[in-house]
């Protein structure tokens, strides 16, 4: 009886292993499906405007309300040439339209355009396409708009000009490590944003 029993027992444990060893086999060769990257959900603003046309400055447009205007007064630690540069701040976002003026005459017009250019191709590196386009908008101001595609640090800029006179350059920027994927429901937002600017642009 003694025997028996320790048989019994000895064939419960080989039968354990075996189930064991095969649950680990199956579990070996069973597929795993990676989770997919996320990222948080962003609730959007209304779209909604406002002027700007201060005193003194030589041009006006309309802004979004969820946005305000700040003056610039640096270029790289240095003062800037005239005091007609702004940033547009979306504080909601981390983001920032930079914009820029510059006289024609003072500066060379063909030098603004080469300028504008370059500013734009610095990120060619980064980048796997760079898209130009000339605009008109319906108020007859004349430029070019730049869509950057990639990591880069920023993916929409424009120029706007009356050939003789002004010069104006805006970037979108983002208070953030430059992502296409997480940041492109952002960017595309405020881009609608950067057009209603540009299509409301006025010289004065």
Known sequence: MIRKT??????????LLIVYGLSALASCNSSFTPKPTGYFKI????????????????????????????????????ATENPWWINVDFPQFAGRIYVSYKNIGKNKFD???????MLTDKHTSKAYSIEDSALATPLGVHGMFFSVGGNVATANQFFLTDTTRHFLRGAL????TPNEDSLGM????LVEDMRHLINTFKWK
């Open 6 to 15: 320790v048989s019994h027992c000895a064939g419960r444990a080989v039968l």
């Open 43 to 78: 609730n959007f603003p209304k779209k909604e405007y406002r002027v700007f046309d201060q005193p003194g400055y030589p041009y006006s447009f309309e802004y979004p309300v969820y946005a305000n205007i700040v003056k610039d007064s640096t270029f790289f630690g240095d």
């Open 111 to 117: 030098t603004l355009i080469k300028h504008a250019f």
């Open 173 to 176: 920027y983002f208070d953030a």
């Open 186 to 189: 952002v960017n595309r937002f």
